[in-house]
Nanobody
Framework: QVQLVESGGGLVQAGGSLRLSCAAS??????MAWVRQAPGKEREFVAA????????SYADSVKGRFTIFTDYAKSTVYLQMNSMRPEDTAVYYC??????????????????WGKGTQVTVSS
């Protein structure tokens, strides 16, 4: 069982930056990802990366603004969010997938989930 604990959420103004962290109890998964869910909407894939990096994937809506990276030694995955927009407001979840191959982008492809952290971007 992999436990994931997110931190770093909060309130930020449009154009600002925020960094989320996700500490994993084990590094048994192949992919780590961030998935978000805005009020009244379905969960949306944001970004994914392998523990050793090299195979990142981003949603079109965050490309060029968000960066996912991992610290293997700390078993932690991060999401650096820059140039934030009000539409980035959501609960952000950390997720781990045991799948290999291309980066999973669908929620059902992820096996373990954190409890989420709220990110609010004011206009």
């Amino acid at each position: 069982q992999v436990q994931l604990v997110e931190s770093g959420g909060g309130l930020v103004q449009a154009g600002g930056s925020l960094r989320l962290s996700c500490a994993a109890s084990q590094r048994v998964s192949s992919y780590m990802a961030w998935v978000r869910q805005a009020p009244g909407k379905e969960r949306e894939f944001v970004a994914a990366n392998r523990w050793h990096g090299g195979t990142t994937s981003y949603a079109d809506s965050v490309k060029g603004r968000f960066t996912i990276f991992t610290d293997y030694a700390k078993s932690t995955v991060y999401l650096q969010m820059n140039s934030m927009r009000p539409e980035d407001t959501a609960v952000y979840y950390c997720a781990a997938s045991m799948r290999w191959g291309i980066a999973p982008t669908q929620s059902h492809e992820y096996d373990y989930w954190g409890k989420g952290t709220q990110v609010t971007v004011s206009s």
